[in-house]
């Protein structure tokens, strides 16, 4: 399909990922994968900023160490501090819940982020939770947590870290040892504009002694084998999607042509910052609460009379590819992703657009 993309993953791939991830295959326990191997976990311990842990590849989507994370450092039964401010945190209540371990809830209205005072209350309620989980970017709303805020109230109640960060890994900013993470997942289809297949997972040295003593991790997503496979064979133990790897190697490499992380992120918030001032140009408002705006994508609130899924499908006819609300906020929402390959004058093009069909769905219902 010839759309451009406004998605919320898989996005648009640079490309030069396109070009790489069409080169023939070979073995992956040949050298020259292993080069590659080597060079993009050390490109990503950089991006990351990840000294003391481990950083690791996994064939699968990021919810593969969502459940990896629960399996290898919560203990069976144990209990875990799940915040809620979407769908994607009630898929991770969820995944704690099928893998036979507890979950304790923290929740919020749409559009709204957690608090690090009411953590603070929750955990002094719930003493003998063992971790505390967090997404970072909650993709069904657009609203970006407090990352840093939230780690440091969990850390000084001596409590692992887990964050899902598979729609803020690539596009917001993640200091993994300085803010005291222990699990930080992401997926290649999101902000690094890879296609998908590829979960990329960080994790501290306190989170691998934990999960060195786990008794039954099981064999796909056992961590401390990925870590010793990884540095004793410069690889993972089954076969790794290949062709996303180069992808992301080359994605960090444009990293650092950019100048830096700093310059590729500076990237991601001028985006969002454009279609935020664009949106409410038109109009519109965000759901995201003031100060909490996700850098990666954006939820936006029809107007009354208006569904989210109207202007999805009549944006989908002037060939651009927007997101449909998602979860609880379906109806009355659609987003607009801003991950991936796009230009500043595609997302001009897209907003001049998205005025029209706005305008267009007022006058056709009477509404203007
Ligand atoms: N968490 C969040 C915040 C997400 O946005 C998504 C994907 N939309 C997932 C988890 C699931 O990731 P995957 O599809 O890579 O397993």
């Not at 020259?32 to 050390?42: C, L």
């Not at 945190?89 to 982020?113: C, D």
């Not at 991790?217 to 790897?245: A, C, L």
């Amino acid at each position: 399909p010839k759309y451009k993309l406004f998605t919320a993953g898989p996005v648009a791939c640079f490309p030069e990922v396109l070009a790489i991830m069409g080169v023939q295959m070979f073995s992956h326990r040949a050298k020259e994968y292993k080069e590659v191997h080597v060079d993009t976990v050390k490109r990503l311990r950089e991006f990351l900023e990840v000294k003391e842990g481990e950083v690791l590849l996994f064939p699968s989507s990021g919810t593969g160490i969502m459940e990896a994370s629960i399996r290898n450092g919560v203990s069976k039964g144990g209990k875990v501090l799940v915040t809620i401010i979407g769908a994607f945190g009630k898929r991770y209540k969820s995944v704690v819940e099928s893998n036979g371990r507890k979950a304790v809830v923290l929740e919020y209205e749409p559009g709204k982020a957690v608090k690090p005072e009411d953590l603070d209350d929750a955990l002094k309620k719930n003493p003998d939770v063992e971790a505390v989980a967090i997404t970072y970017n909650e993709t069904s709303t657009g609203v970006l947590n407090p990352l840093p805020e939230l780690a440091k109230v969990a850390k000084e109640h001596d409590k692992l870290v887990f964050v899902d960060a598979v729609s803020a890994m690539g596009g917001a900013d993640i200091k993994f040892d300085k803010w005291g993470l222990d699990v930080v997942f992401g997926s290649s289809q999101k902000a690094f504009g890879v296609p998908p297949g590829l979960a990329i997972g960080a994790f501290s040295k306190a989170f691998l002694e934990k999960a060195e003593k786990m008794e039954e991790r099981g064999w796909y997503f056992d961590i401390p084998k990925y870590v010793k496979y990884q540095n004793e064979k410069q690889g993972t133990p089954s076969t790794p999607p290949m062709p996303q790897i180069f992808g992301l190697n080359v994605v960090l490499r444009i990293v650092e042509k950019m100048g830096g992380k700093e310059e590729w992120l500076k990237m991601y918030q001028k985006r969002a910052e454009m279609i935020r001032e664009g949106v409410r140009e038109i109009g519109l408002s965000i759901l995201a609460e003031p100060g909490y705006e996700s850098p990666t994508i954006t939820a936006v609130v029809t107007p009354e009379g208006i569904k989210g899924d109207e202007v999805y499908e009549a944006m989908r006819k002037r060939g651009f590819e927007l997101a449909k609300g998602y979860g609880s906020v379906k109806e009355k929402t659609f987003r607009i992703g801003h991950m991936g390959y796009m230009t500043f004058e595609d997302i001009r093009e897209m907003l001049d657009n998205l005025r029209e069909v706005i305008e267009e769905l007022k006058r056709e219902k009477g509404l203007a």
